[in-house]
């Protein structure tokens, strides 16, 4: 399997290549066109912030390329956020693939949501093998609140989206790659798709 995780300095990269390595699978780290184009599956990690995640993809033109794709694609964290329409994390215009907001919690719980929360009303092969309830790590400060194209949902403490689906675009607001056994297995189903 050809797999490409896309580089553009914002992120999680070493976390994601390490599970994808337990997993027995090689993953190339790039930002070149041709060879993303030529995957068979993309990883979309990110940690940080919107508006200089969105400058680092536009200064490598990724912004263009990325919304192209047809190949099974996979936001993870800030990576699912920016594949969306307008994050009010700086006010940020995003990659418009997904037609959603992004939004900073308003709650009197303790922001950025840190730690592990429950995984439940999933409904996609993503969640093969997974049970209602089992346990994904979070940390962030912004969430996507939940629509037609959630496919998981956690609650902090109400409701938001954990997972999006919108056509080849899957994405996680938690990381697969720090959940243990169900992270693992969220990432095995990804590469089956």
Known sequence: MNLVIVDYKA???????????RLGVQATLSADFETIQAADKVIFPGVGEASSAMAQLRAKNLDKLLP???????GVCLGMQLLCSHSE???TDLLNIIP?????FETTLKVPHMGWNQLEQFSSPL???ITEGDYAYYVHSYYVPLSKYT??????P???SAALQYKNFYAAQFHPEKSGPAGARILKNFLAL
Do not use: C, M, R
Not at 68 to 74: D, I, M, N, S, V
């Open 68 to 74: 192209t794709l047809q190949q099974p694609f996979f």
């Open 127 to 129: 969640f093969d093998g």
């Open 11 to 21: 992120g999680n990269v070493q976390s994601v290549l390490f599970a994808l390595e």
């Open 89 to 91: 994390e700086g006010n």
């Open 151 to 156: 496919i998981a949902q956690t609650a902090y």
């Open 158 to 160: 109400e409701p938001f």
């Open 100 to 104: 959603l907001e992004v939004k900073h």
